[in-house]
C-alpha cells in the first residue's frame, strides 16, 4: 500500500509524493472526483481544509503535487509550465480511472491549470472551479516593481535573476489576522512542504505569465462548465481575473462568485466555507448533469 495514503487500498496509487492526499469517496456522491491543484510556491496542503469539506460531502478528492514544489527554490526554478501541467494531467489521468466524473479545482495559479487542462481534455474534464485565478499579479498589495515582471524574459536572455525572487508581502493572501501569523511563521520556518516558499523565483514567474497567455487564448476551447470564486478584495489578484474567465470562455456555462469578507487564499481564510458549500453544489450538479442555477453567467 502506498504510504503516502495510509488505509486507502482502492486508491493507493493515487498519490506519488508524501505531500500529496487522497480521500476517498462515500454514498451517492463517490462515483464524482474532484482534482484539487495548488498554485505557484504553494502545496497541496493548502488544499486540505478545502478537500476535507468536499470529502464530508461524499465526494471522491485527490490534491496533486506540482512538479518543483514542496522543496527548494532550485527545484521550482528548473520547472516550466508545462511541467506543471503535466502533473495535473497525470493526477487526472490516474483520478478517472477510479470515478465517472471529474471536477478539476485550483486555486490562483492552479486555477490557471485547471482551466487548461479542461481546454486541453474536453472529454476527460466534467467541470472546473477557479479559485482567485492569477492571469496577472495586479491586486492591490503588490508592489509596483512586481508588475514589471515582464521585462523578466529579457532578463533570463541575458543570464539575469536566476537565483532572484519577488518577496511575498503582507497581508499574504489572507484576511484573518491569527491565521495569517500561524501562516507566515510556517513560511519563515523554512517549512515549503506545509506552508510553501516566502517568495516567488522570478523564472519562476516567467512561465505563470506564458501559462496566463496560454490559457486565456484557450478559453474559448473551454466547454466544461465552470464555477469561478474570486475574493472582491483580493490582494494577490485583482477581480478583473475572474471577469476575464466569465468574458473569454463563450461557449461554456460559468457561474460567478464573489466573496466580500477574505483576500487571495480563500481555501483557507475568513469565507473558506462559504467557498465549499458553492463548491459542494457545483460538484453535485455536475455528477448529476444538472443545469445550472438562476442568475448564473454565461
Not at 486555486?107 to 486541453?120: D, H, P, Q, R, Y
Request: with cysteine; charged share 20%.
Amino acid at each position: 500500500m502506498n504510504a503516502s495514503c495510509p488505509g486507502v487500498e482502492a486508491l493507493d496509487n493515487l498519490c506519488l509524493t508524501p505531500h500529496e492526499f487522497v480521500m476517498p469517496g462515500h454514498g451517492r456522491h463517490a462515483r464524482t472526483g474532484v482534482l484539487l491543484v495548488h498554485g505557484l510556491t504553494g502545496t497541496p496542503a493548502e488544499m486540505r481544509v478545502l478537500g476535507k469539506g468536499l470529502n464530508r460531502h461524499g465526494f471522491t478528492v485527490y490534491a496533486v503535487q506540482l512538479a518543483g514544489h514542496c522543496a527548494g527554490m532550485q527545484d521550482l526554478v528548473h520547472t516550466r509550465w508545462g511541467d506543471w501541467l503535466a502533473s495535473v494531467e497525470s493526477g487526472l489521468q490516474r483520478l478517472r480511472g477510479h470515478v465517472d466524473k471529474v471536477v478539476v479545482g485550483g486555486l490562483s495559479m492552479g486555477a490557471l491549470l485547471s482551466l487548461a487542462v479542461a481546454e486541453k481534455h474536453p472529454d476527460q474534464v466534467d467541470g472546473v472551479c477557479a479559485l482567485s485565478t492569477t492571469f496577472r499579479y495586479d491586486g492591490w498589495s503588490i508592489p509596483f516593481y512586481t508588475r514589471l515582471a515582464f521585462l523578466l524574459p529579457l532578463f533570463r536572455l541575458l543570464g539575469i535573476g536566476r537565483h532572484s525572487v519577488f518577496m511575498e508581502a503582507p497581508p499574504y493572501g489572507i484576511k484573518d489576522e491569527a491565521l495569517r501569523a500561524r501562516i507566515v511563521e510556517q513560511m519563515h520556518a523554512g517549512d515549503s512542504a506545509a506552508a510553501g516558499l516566502p517568495g516567488n523565483p522570478w523564472w519562476s514567474i516567467i512561465e505563470l505569465r506564458r501559462l496566463a497567455a496560454h490559457t486565456l487564448k484557450g478559453l474559448p476551447r473551454l466547454r466544461a462548465p465552470c464555477l469561478v470564486v474570486h475574493a472582491r478584495e483580493d490582494d494577490i489578484s485583482h477581480v478583473g481575473n475572474a471577469h476575464d474567465i466569465v468574458r473569454g470562455a463563450r461557449h461554456a456555462q460559468v457561474e460567478l462568485v464573489l466573496l466580500d469578507n477574505c483576500y487571495h487564499m480563500i481555501t483557507i481564510d475568513r469565507e473558506r466555507r462559504s467557498v465549499i458549500a458553492h463548491m459542494n453544489d457545483f460538484a453535485v450538479r455536475v455528477g448529476a448533469s444538472l443545469p445550472r442555477p438562476k442568475g448564473a453567467h454565461g
